[in-house]
């Protein structure tokens, strides 16, 4: 297995995604930030570490495929994109505001994003048939995707992992950011998800449960994953709003940014600070 | 066209030669499948369907997703992301309403060019009843931006359309029926967008869709011999309208007619109500499922119960005379 070596690169990337989802979100006065922090440093690794792409060929064909089922956590993948070099920096502050490319949440249409999500249990269904033709194509592109814990109440979600097994997807990966909480509240609270781990392993994926904020254990997820036949599921538990202590497991976060510039500043400073 | 019985029992739909149009379906998909960018996708349906001739053929590229239509359409919209041409099949029932939020997004917004081909669609499934006859597709799927929408008459145009909807780029819809229904075209012709103009006439205009294209004829061959020109346009393609044509005839004729096995909301009827509406204010009256579900019965048992035959659209031109008098 390959080596992951310095981590510092990832870390300093994950920091400014980090930033930017609590300026991109401020500034829109609107948005998601805390499924966004949750999912920073698994997007930050696949951006910065592991997909095939080319920002100047967002369509080239032979490239990895990542797909953000949580289309809500639209800044952390906009931020990627960004740095990147798919699209500007600066473009980031029209997030959300009127005649941007930048959507609420993630659609095709922008440079760098494979599909579309919003619409919660979709995104998993569109990685599959980006999986299957690769099969069929004889391509050797990897698809990469990220679901939310309360995107996997919805039954499409179940529909999905039936039919990667089924298909076996050995192209597939997909990450389920394990924050435990969901816009009214935690999961477990709401309609509780139990053991995702062995449910995905009895639907035949092959699974595995890792930190998710740890590069390490990203990273040795992946190269698993890279090697075992069938499709992979790999639960990272995950702090929703991690990096600021005020957003750190706070259902409040889940739709709604820093509401001023002190609480900003302090939050910006938290992260610096780690 | 001598025949005058205007309701399709006991004999009118026996008097006339029928074809299947998902039988044509499945026939020219595996002519196109010849390309290897043709996938097929179905969900425990293709025997029903007709796709499982294409799955027969090229096994690696037909995906049975079972009985779950939201992932088949999910799945789709991937597929056509990566240059692939998916021809994706159920019932209309289940591949528009069950699968609206997978068309919407994952097809029409992320503009994907996925061609959902469903059969089953209307009354004439007949004794499955109201759970599986669709009418309200046509409503569901026109109002989806982005979306094509297609109704063919018969088997033949039926044929025509499946080639147009492979060369064509971008999300589709298309309708067929279960039943095998009557043929008003010699050959394969089908004019993307373009009301065909079957049978002209001065006094009446008929623009239907779908199964009512035949009827439509037989009750304007009817009307003629009352002494009424009535002129017959198939509505094969619903969106976009041709609305130039609708205008032509709505001045011409200052009555139209609009015939479908639909709800007579947000069908056909209300489409052409529309363009007249705003640009040439006269008579359009509807003719479909008047708000109502459906029943088990034979197809043919149904669409006299519900008027959905000759019969019903020359008591619906009554009425758009009385109308047009006032």
New interface residues.
């Given amino acids: 297995m390959e080596q992951l070596g310095d981590i510092s690169l990832l870390k300093d990337k994950a920091k400014e995604i980090r930033k930017l989802i609590l300026l991109m979100t401020f500034n829109a006065k609107s948005g998601h930030p805390g499924g966004s922090l949750s999912a920073t440093d698994i997007i930050t690794y696949l951006y910065f570490r592991e997909l095939r792409i080319d920002p100047k060929r967002p369509d080239w064909d032979d490239r990895d495929r990542f797909v953000l089922s949580k289309g809500h956590a639209s800044p952390a993948l906009y931020a990627a994109l960004a740095l990147r070099g798919f699209f500007p920096v600066e473009k980031l502050f029209t997030f959300r505001k009127i005649n941007s490319e930048l959507q609420g949440h993630v659609v095709n249409h922008i440079p760098g994003v494979d599909a579309t999500g919003g619409s919660l249990g979709q995104g998993l269904s569109n990685a599959i048939g980006m999986a299957l033709s690769g099969l069929i194509r004889k391509k050797d592109y990897r698809v990469f995707a990220m679901i939310g814990d309360g995107e996997s109440q919805e039954g499409s979600i179940w529909e999905a992992a039936m039919s990667a097994a089924h298909y076996k997807l050995s192209n597939l990966i997909v990450f389920l950011d394990r924050n435990m909480i969901q816009l009214d509240g935690f999961t477990e609270n709401i309609m509780s998800l139990g053991d995702l781990e062995m449910k995905f392993s009895s639907f035949g994926w092959k699974t595995r449960t890792i930190n998710g904020h740890d590069f390490y254990e990203i990273h040795d997820a992946v190269e698993w994953a890279k090697e075992e036949i069938g499709p992979k599921m790999i639960i990272a538990k995950t702090v929703k709003g991690k990096g600021v202590s005020f957003m750190e497991n706070n259902p409040e976060y889940h739709g709604k940014p820093v509401p001023n510039q002190e609480l900003l500043n302090k939050a910006i400073e938290e992260i610096e600070r780690e | 066209m001598t025949n005058h019985e205007l309701t399709w029992l006991p004999n009118l739909i026996n008097s006339v030669e029928r074809k299947s149009q998902r039988e044509s379906y499945g026939k020219t998909l595996v002519r196109l499948g010849e390309d290897q960018r043709v ?1 097929v996708l179905d969900a425990d349906l293709s025997t029903s369907t007709h796709t499982s001739m294409f799955g027969n053929k090229f096994k ?2 037909f ?1 049975n ?2 009985i ?1 239509e ?2 088949m ?12 041409i ?1 021809f994706a099949s159920s019932f209309a029932v289940f591949a528009t309403g069950r699968d609206y ?2 068309v ?3 097809v029409c ?3 994907q060019n996925v061609k959902i081909v469903a059969t089953h669609a209307g009354l004439t499934v007949g004794e499955d009843g109201a759970t599986h006859q669709m009418i309200e597709d046509l409503g569901l799927m026109s109002g989806l931006p982005n979306m094509t929408v297609i109704s063919p008459a018969d088997a033949p145009e039926t044929e025509g359309a499946v080639e147009f909807l492979y060369e064509f780029r971008g999300p589709a819809y298309m309708r067929l029926s279960r039943e095998k229904v009557p043929v008003v075209h010699q050959d394969k012709n089908f004019q993307f967008k373009k009301l065909e103009v079957l049978k002209d006439g001065d006094d009446v205009t008929i623009i239907a869709t779908g199964i009512m294209v035949y009827a439509a004829m037989v009750a304007a061959d009817y009307l003629k011999h009352k002494g009424l020109d009535v002129a017959v346009l198939n509505a094969s393609t619903i969106k976009p309208i041709d609305s130039e044509t609708i205008l032509k005839y709505a001045r011409k004729t200052g009555l139209i007619i609009t015939s479908e096995e639909h709800n007579i909301i947000n069908g056909l009827g209300s489409r052409v109500s529309e363009i007249v509406s705003e640009n040439y204010p006269s008579v359009v009256i509807r003719h479909g499922v008047p708000d109502a579900f459906g029943e088990s019965g034979s197809a043919w048992e149904l669409m006299d119960k519900y008027m959905l035959n000759p019969l019903g659209i020359v008591r619906k031109i009554e009425q758009g005379l009385e109308v047009r008098k006032k």
């Avoid at chain 2, 359409?73 to 692939?84: E, P």
Wanted: hydrophobic share 35%; aromatic share 10%; glycine share 14%.
């Fill in positions: 996938v690696e590229r995906f997703m079972g779950s939201n992932n359409i999910g799945v789709a919209a991937g597929l056509a992301s990566t240059g692939l998916p939020d997978f919407r997004q994952s917004y992320s503009n």
